[in-house]
């Protein structure tokens, strides 16, 4: 079965570049779900996305930006790069996820590490 | 808040052992509680959920886990671990707005 999907599987970049993470779902998932998680840590939320909207926020700094296009496809944009955004970035999706029941399936994620 | 605990960071198990990870939760309303399992430099993998019905839940890979209102728990279970099992475990709830909120996650280790 087609499981999320998320480029490049790793990133190195320099303290003030920028970076772009990018998500596909799976096939009719209309919800995307960005989670961060820093060595060590649990996946915290950072947005989310249902039919192209932002539907929630969470302790995502006001340097990153994201957005849902079209195709459901997502993409979290960083800015100004600091050495502490270095973590493993997570795109979920899952079908109809406002208030339902279905489930979050996880792509295998983004390791990112700044200079 | 919702919210979920794991009290343990690790758990040791013998290969063939059963084994029990486990979490507590608060939340106000219905929980509906999840197990993530995440394998060194993987993602994060579903196992199961519990939204409501049966309080054993069956998952994948042989997991199972209990929801207990009482005792406001989801331990996961499984008869007889294997070396492959071995892996962070997750347990998470889902929040109001539909994010995940996970747990601080259980390191198992499966001992041959």
């Known amino acids: 079965a087609a499981g999320v999907i998320q480029s490049p599987r790793h990133l190195i970049k320099e303290k003030r570049e920028t970076a772009t993470l990018k998500c596909y779902p799976i096939?009719?998932?209309?919800?995307v779900y960005w989670y961060q998680q820093g060595p060590g840590q649990d996946p915290q939320f950072l947005i989310s996305?249902?039919?192209?909207?932002?539907?929630d926020k969470g302790s995502i700094p006001d340097r990153f930006s994201a957005q849902q296009f079209s195709d459901y496809h997502s993409e979290l944009n960083m800015s100004s790069l600091e050495l502490g955004d270095s973590a493993l970035y997570f795109c979920?999706?899952?079908?109809?996820?406002?208030?339902?029941?279905?489930?979050?399936?996880f792509g295998p994620g983004t390791r990112l590490l700044v200079l | 808040a919702q919210s979920v605990a794991q009290p343990e960071d690790q758990v040791n198990v013998a290969e063939g052992n059963p084994l029990t990870v486990k979490c507590t939760y608060s939340?106000?309303?219905?929980?509906?509680l999840f197990w993530y399992v995440q394998y060194p430099n993987r993602g994060l993998q579903f196992l199961l959920k519990?939204?409501?019905?049966?309080?054993l839940v069956k998952g994948s890979y042989g997991f199972e886990a209990e929801f207990n209102k009482s005792q406001t728990s989801f331990h996961l279970k499984k008869p007889s671990a294997l070396v492959s099992d071995s892996a962070l475990y997750f347990c998470?709830?889902?929040?109001?707005?539909?994010?995940?909120?996970f747990g601080k996650g259980t390191r198992l280790h499966i001992l041959p």
């Open positions: 519990y939204i409501t019905g049966d309080n």
């Open positions: 939340v106000s309303g219905n929980p509906y």
């Open positions: 979920a999706s899952s079908p109809s996820g406002r208030q339902t029941q279905e489930t979050q399936y």
């Open positions: 096939p009719r998932h209309d919800t």
């Open positions: 998470a709830v889902r929040d109001r707005d539909d994010k995940i909120i």
């Open positions: 996305f249902y039919e192209k909207m932002q539907s």
